[in-house]
């Protein structure tokens, strides 16, 4: 089957730079010695040139959606989880018992499961946006059609303008389901020009007759997907998935509704390297929450260019790594916003020729 008409999105404009602007000069400002808060800094800068203003707003409803599916690949051995688990884990979001609940709760983020392509019924509420029933097993048969590529990526966009329309003002997309870093290791492998052994990682704890298993298979895999080279609508379709271009349409929507994002790791990374060619410039409107222990994750976020904020070996999924990075981001907003200036606090600035002392504040970097 060919591809239809590529799914268009509208063209991405930038994060505004005037804002971005207004937050540097104002960080020069505040009661520290020049860029002390490092990243902190350039963390502000860009929430404040997201939202188009500075000092930027409070972040008010970080929204976490994760995207559920199965994938026909896992029935041949290249996960240590049986397929079932997506369908549990859903209902494990659902009752607030995962991890992704836990850590969104502690920094005040909502979460949000939709199930794409879960291989079982799920509930109503959950499965509004459902494409069909797992991808196919993609070292033999393409993971999606044409017609249901199109869909999946539609039904992310329309999730993020759920949420955005909703309030929500910084986005995390998280993934569950069992077998799905496969799909995203060849996307991964395809978009980087990388080898299949360099790409595959150990998922969920595969042994070394997994791993040779999974390798593999994304081997077989990138040579099913060779004659679509690196158009991303045809990779989605062929070795991807039905959850790995929802999660594309949504983070590209996201963009295009300028609403920054907050990225996961490897799977969500994979279907972010996908929606930066739907949507060209998308990146900017995205940070990298983490690094993952997965070697395709650190290749996906060189090929973005993106720096992760956090390095802690975590390999989960669901959202966790970025939600172990919001209270940074929460903090750079509250820096920016929130600290007082020089000629506010009466503090002699370092370039002014006086002592601080009296006032118990140093503008010296005490390195």
Not at 96 to 110: D, E, W
Not at 190 to 199: F, I
Not at 239 to 247: I, V, Y
């Amino acid at each position: 089957m060919t591809d239809q008409a590529p799914t268009v999105f509208p063209p991405i404009v930038a994060p505004d730079a005037d804002a971005r602007a207004a937050a540097a000069a104002r960080q020069e400002q505040l009661t520290k010695p020049p860029g002390s808060l490092g990243r902190l800094e350039t963390l502000g800068n860009w929430i404040a040139a997201c939202q188009g203003t500075c000092p930027p707003r409070p972040l008010q409803r970080t929204r976490v959606v994760v995207f559920a599916g199965d994938h026909g690949i896992a029935r041949s051995g290249v996960s240590a989880y049986p397929s079932e688990v997506t369908a549990q884990m859903v209902a494990n979001f659902r009752t607030g018992g995962a991890a992704v609940n836990v850590l969104a709760a502690a920094s005040g983020a909502t979460v949000r499961v939709v199930d794409i392509a879960v291989d079982a019924d799920t509930a109503a509420e959950i499965s509004t946006h459902k494409v069909r029933r797992s991808s196919g097993a993609i070292d033999r048969e393409d993971a999606l059609t044409a017609d249901e590529t199109a869909a999946a990526i539609s039904a992310g966009a329309a999730i993020c303008d759920e949420e955005v329309d909703s309030g929500a003002d910084l986005l995390i997309a998280g993934e569950m389901g069992i077998g799905n870093t496969t799909p995203a290791a060849v996307l991964v492998a395809a978009l980087t020009d990388t080898e299949p052994v360099l790409v595959v990682g150990r998922g969920t704890g595969i042994d070394d007759a997994g791993w040779s298993r999974k390798a593999a298979a994304v081997r077989d895999a990138l040579h099913r997907a060779a004659p679509v080279g690196p158009d991303p609508q045809g990779l989605l379709r062929v070795a991807g998935g039905a959850d790995l271009a929802a999660m594309a349409g949504f983070l590209a929507q996201a963009a295009v509704r300028r609403t920054p994002v907050l990225l996961d790791g490897a799977v969500v990374t994979a279907a972010a390297l996908v929606a930066d060619r739907l949507a060209p410039g998308a990146r900017a409107w995205w940070v990298a929450g983490h690094r993952s222990t997965e070697p395709m994750h650190t290749l996906a976020l060189a090929e973005l260019d993106l720096e992760p904020l956090l390095d802690l070996q975590l390999r989960l999924g669901e959202g966790s790594g970025a939600l172990a990075a919001l209270p940074l981001v929460q903090a750079a907003v509250a820096t920016l916003g929130e600290m007082a200036t020089f000629a506010d606090a009466g503090v002699s600035t370092a370039d002014a020729g006086v002592s601080t002392a009296d006032a118990g504040v140093s503008t010296a970097d005490p390195a």
